[in-house]
């Protein structure tokens, strides 16, 4: 079922309105909340010196040092202590939806404006008793008034003449404040790493054949719930590759469980990742994003790493945290699926 891309909804935001959510996600961040909440966006929005937010306010006389201190109490309620930002809320994008509902079809705006914005929060009873729960302020909005002499009410403001900002970029995403894997994005996968689901699919793999016991005993460890990692040993040049390629092309013609049908295989270029990780800790965030990524995929992923010997202790330089911690807690939870290759010592 087709869904609205988030970069296509808040492409239609104004330039303001834009920053400002931008603004949020690094505000998000910087306090250490998990997740960008309404009360970050319209903290954002009143730190400009010019909105439809600050007239609406004006004209209703709204207690500006009222709201913000309501705003300032609502933001130290919520949970601290997160070290990246998760996501948006699902209310900041549900706002934004509603916003462009009823700017586009009430007032035949072209773009999402603040002003917009709250029109949407106010005639959407979740949203609006969200809102309320912020700041009682946002109750002397006369919401019938507003939406019949909006043009009146805002009349000046800035931003009756900005136009939409088609960014083609999701709030968070230029400047880094959430991470690609929260955003539905495999940027990690795509660098790191290679579908050999894919490559058995387009034919450019050349047939396997004799390795029918091992891809069964793969498949079946692959089955199990836990410890369903299994890994290939042996000399170099006995097949293990071969057992790995079979497995794949045994995925391309649909020739495994039924659980296993939709799974993507895909072979960790581990000298790719530490090609240039010379900063302490580098390697390991690559690396956890791509764990972060293959645990975020909508579709499953089982991860093939060759040479497997060479992951623990990669990072190499002193004082770098060993690679095998990252993949234990999430291998024996059975979260993370693997395939390993590795030779005798």
């Known amino acids: 079922m087709a869904e609205i891309s988030r970069s296509a909804l808040f492409g239609k935001l104004n ?26 966006w319209l903290f954002q929005i009143l730190q400009t010196q010019d909105s439809d937010l600050h007239r609406i306010a004006k004209h209703y006389g709204m207690d500006a040092s009222n709201l913000v201190a309501d705003l300032q109490n609502s933001l130290d309620r919520l949970p601290r202590g997160a070290s990246s930002v998760t ?12 916003a462009w509902v009823y700017g586009s079809l009430m007032f035949g705006g072209s773009q999402v404006r603040t002003g917009f914005l709250i029109v949407g929060l106010l005639k959407t009873k979740n949203l609006r008793n969200v809102l309320l729960s912020i700041s009682k302020q946002f109750e ?14 805002l009349g000046g403001s800035p931003e009756e003449a900005q136009a939409a900002t088609e960014s083609g970029a999701a709030p968070g995403e230029a400047s880094g404040a959430i991470a690609p894997a929260a955003m539905g994005k495999q940027e990690a996968l795509k660098k790191f790493t290679t579908d ?4 058995a699919r387009g034919g450019k793999m ?18 199990r719930r836990r410890q369903n990692n299994p890994i290939l ?35 960790l270029d581990v000298g790719l990742l530490q090609a240039g990780a010379s900063m302490k800790g580098e390697f390991e965030q690559r690396l ?27 990072g190499g330089a002193a004082g770098t945290g060993d690679a095998a911690n990252l993949l234990k807690p999430a291998l024996a939870r059975g979260t993370l699926r693997t395939v390993g290759a590795t030779t005798f010592a």
């Not at 309105?17 to 009360?39: D, M, S």
């Not at 050349?206 to 089955?223: A, C, F, S, T």
């Open 15 to 40: 330039p303001l309105a834009y920053k400002a959510i931008e603004g949020a996600t690094v505000f998000c961040k910087l306090r250490g909340n998990p997740y960008v909440e309404l009360q970050h």
């Open 87 to 98: 996501d948006l809320s699902s209310f900041v994008e549900d706002a934004v939806e509603r």
């Open 140 to 153: 002397r909005i006369q919401i019938d008034e507003l939406s019949e002499n909006f043009h009146k009410i």
């Open 196 to 199: 050999l689901t894919e490559q």
């Open 206 to 223: 050349d047939p396997i054949v004799g390795r029918d016991d091992e891809i069964r005993q793969v498949v079946d460890i692959l089955m």
């Open 233 to 267: 040993i042996g000399e170099a040049g006995v097949g293990k590759t071969a057992v790995v390629e079979g497995f794949a092309q045994r995925i391309a013609r649909g020739d495994v469980p039924p659980s296993l049908k939709d799974v993507e295989l895909r072979v």
């Open 288 to 314: 956890r994003s791509v764990i972060d990524e293959v645990q975020a995929s909508v579709k499953p992923i089982i991860l093939v790493i060759d040479e497997t010997h060479t992951l623990v202790g990669a």
